[in-house]
């Protein structure tokens, strides 16, 4: 008897013990589980963390795909020159007189495949002294001229034209500063003097204000806007006098932003080559074409170029 009772109360024990056990691992197992509230602060950190991130990896997303699609356009746009070169000749040599419409087929669309683009750069977006409307002229006078473009050149470059030899007539010591009063103005004809009117050439003004004749300088936006297949567009300047064709890139077409040094890149043609505006300057930062937040972004791509198509930290255009 005195067993059995022994033997009962070791086994009640021993349950006793093991549901203890049991009792025991659930609510430390419900102890490991997160109250609402906590998941709710969770979420917040998680959300607070994504807020910080986030722009940082978009941002450096951005910045891949741009590098990859400039360098990849250069590579291709190289090309393009060379083969060109190869069948037209020397660039020098090229017929620089040709209007948009014959210039591009002859020299550049034989070589990549441009197609006009509508949603693309607006001439109507402009400054008014860089695209001029010829006025109609109701009653011409018989000693309405225009001087040549070598008469306006020397306007340009500071130099003066004789009316006498211009027109073949006496009206003045000099047309030149009306000249170039006129191309400020963008009034391309009008009455020089009683009965005398005068025409200008709209591109040879154009290149005065650009800052053409006595140095090679870009537009701020192109004259002409073409489409590329994978979706980027290219816009032409091409200054005839200088055998010099700037090349505006946007590297992801119409999406934006659309600013110099982010999307979109100067580059230009000449002497057989295609080189990123401001190669070869010591300072790509500083002026009004530096690639610095307060310059136009036009150095951005020799920039890029020089670091081995790197945006690096301190790169100020983002």
Known sequence: MKNFIKDVVKE??????????????????????????????TLSVIGVVAVLVLPTFINRTMKKEYSVALRKKYAELTQVVRLSVIENGEMSTWDWSLDYDKFVPRYLSRYINLTGCENCWSVADLPRHFWFEQSAQAAPSPN???????????????????????????????????????????????????????????DTCQTYLNGGFSSVKPADEPEIVY??????????????????????????????????????????????????????????????????????????GALLKKNDWKFDDNYPKF
């Open 12 to 41: 009640v024990g021993f349950k006793f013990e093991n549901y203890a056990r049991d009792i025991f691992a659930y609510r430390t197992k419900l102890s490991k589980a997160f109250t609402l509230s906590e998941v709710l602060i």
């Open 144 to 202: 309405h001229f225009s001087l040549t473009l070598e008469q306006q050149q020397t306007c340009y470059m500071g130099g003066s034209v004789d009316p006498e030899i211009a027109a073949g007539g006496n009206w003045g010591s000099d047309v030149c500063p009306t000249v170039i009063q006129w191309c400020k103005d963008g009034d391309l004809e009008g009455y020089f003097a009683m009965d005398v009117y005068l025409t200008l050439d709209a």
């Open 227 to 300: 489409a590329l297949p994978d979706g980027s567009q290219m816009g032409l300047y091409k200054q005839n006098n200088k055998s010099v064709l700037f090349i505006y890139l946007d590297v992801n077409g119409e999406k934006k932003p659309n600013r110099y040094g982010v999307d979109r890149y100067l580059l230009t043609m000449s002497g057989g080559t295609i080189t990123f505006w401001g190669e070869g300057e010591s300072d790509l930062a500083s002026g009004d074409y530096g690639c610095s937040a307060d310059g136009n972004g036009f150095y951005c």
